[in-house]
């Protein structure tokens, strides 16, 4: 499967959103999660349908859900022999990430480092890097056709060392259609730094060039990220940027019961 890849789910997650991504930007309630079918507004989506894809996908995403109605979300994938998983919601209007994101990129790359092109074709040896990149520092990677902005405005931002090896990775792009209160909001993640090259504030560089490009280049009004609770030098490094906890919001991925976290 050309531009896909991971695991055989992995890349049949992969393939089911793409062949989906006309009817998801279509679609009131739906959005794209990026591996996998996803709604930023359940009622609107309808219940009947997230259950049937669940079971059927074993995996889906819930988007900046209200975090008063985890529980009832919970309790209904629950009901239906599924589960999910949280995460907390770090949000950027365009003046705090612009400011937090000039200070850290003017500091510049560490000495031997360097911006990489961007990856602009699905399958090419290029995007088999980095999807190999993400891949082995514990990131199930996006399909080689979101990750190179083949259907819709998203950036993927690559820092090499001296041997033109990966270094350190961040990609954004625009999970919410037309119909969705969160239409000109990124999303920014996928932040990987190969452990030869941690303690030099790559992440953090990386980090901040993905978040700059989406007001500069794509003209965001809000980027958010997503960090588990206990991943506290992730959260140090997105607040860098100047995202802040929205305590009002979550996003999950849904899973069938027995199914393993599908990403940290």
Known sequence: MAGFFGTAQQMALQAVAEDAHEWTMSTPGACDPG????TDNPDAFGWDT????VKRDGAFGFRLIQAADTAEISRKLQENECRIDFWDVFVANRKDATVATLEVISLGL???YSYRPEPHQAADQKMLEVQAFMA?????PFSGTKLAGLDGPAVTIA???ESNSLAAVAHAYFPHNKYSRYNRWAWGGLVAVSPSHRGMGLGKIVNAKMVSECFSRFDADFIYELV???NIPSRKMIEAS???????TKCGIAMSSGEERFTK
């Open 228 to 230: 588990a609770a206990s």
């Open 242 to 248: 100047g995202l802040a906890l929205d305590p009002m």
């Open 159 to 161: 820092i090499e060392d």
């Open 35 to 38: 591996r996998f079918l996803g």
């Open 136 to 140: 082995e520092n514990g990131i199930a």
């Open 110 to 112: 560490p000495k031997g």
């Open 50 to 53: 997230i259950i049937e894809i």
